[in-house]
Each structure stands twice: as C-alpha cells, then as structure tokens.
C-alpha cells in the first residue's frame, strides 16, 4: 500500500490574498461600528436636549396654571364685590382654561420624547 501527501510549495498568492481580505473586512467593520457609536452619541444628545426643553417647558406650563387660577380667581371675587365686571371674570376663566391646555400639551410632549420602557 502507498501512502502519499501533497504539500504545495508555492501557493500563487492565495493565502496573503485571502489575509488581506480578512483584514479589509475587519477595517470596514470597526470604521462601521465608529460611524455607528458617533450616530448614537448625537441621537443619544439630541433626545436629552428634547426631554431636557419639554420637562423645562412643562415647569412654565404649571406657573402659567398657578398664576391664571390666581387671576381667575381674583376677577370671580372682583364681579362678586362689585368691583369687576363679568366680562374680565369670563375672560380671565378662559384664560386659566387655555393654561390648563398648555400644561397638558406639555405633559404630552414630555412623556412622547422620553423612550419606552425596556420591558415593553
């Protein structure tokens, strides 16, 4: 019985062509996952901006509450006494309306920035 082993002495290139072509795939991901980080990082600062303005601008939302309940209030008891007139006491109801509208636009505007949970 004969046995036989064939070693290539000379391979044409292949072998340091194949390497070059792993490490060529190996450069194109590593540059992939470093435009991937950088994207994240600017989404990542663009959301906290957003959230940060939204939970700012909900904060002047409840102050416009407080003070045009506070005028509200003051023209009911103004028309009461005789002081006041309906008119200034309907439009400064209105007013406390159209605040409570802004709050809760606010509110809602927050809470669609921010993420949903992990566990959903």
């Known amino acids: ?16 062509h ?9 450069a194109a991901a590593k540059s992939g996952v470093e435009v991937t980080k950088a994207a994240a990082s600017r989404e990542v600062a663009i959301a906290y901006e957003g959230l940060r303005t939204a939970l700012a601008v909900n904060l002047a939302a409840q ?9 509200a ?6 028309y009461v006494n005789g002081v006041g007139t309906i008119s200034d006491a309907s439009r400064a109801t209105l ?7 802004t709050l809760i636009d606010s509110r809602r505007a927050a ?6 949970p992990l566990w959903l």
């Open 95 to 101: 007013g406390l309306y159209s605040a409570t509208e």
């Open 73 to 78: 209030d003051a023209a009911q008891k103004a």
């Open 1 to 16: 019985m004969l046995l036989g082993i064939a070693v290539p002495i000379y391979d044409g290139g292949l072998r340091s």
């Open 111 to 116: 809470l669609h920035i921010m993420p949903p």
């Open 63 to 71: 102050e416009l509450v407080t003070a045009s309940a506070l005028t």
């Open 18 to 26: 194949k390497k070059q072509n792993a490490l060529d795939s190996l």
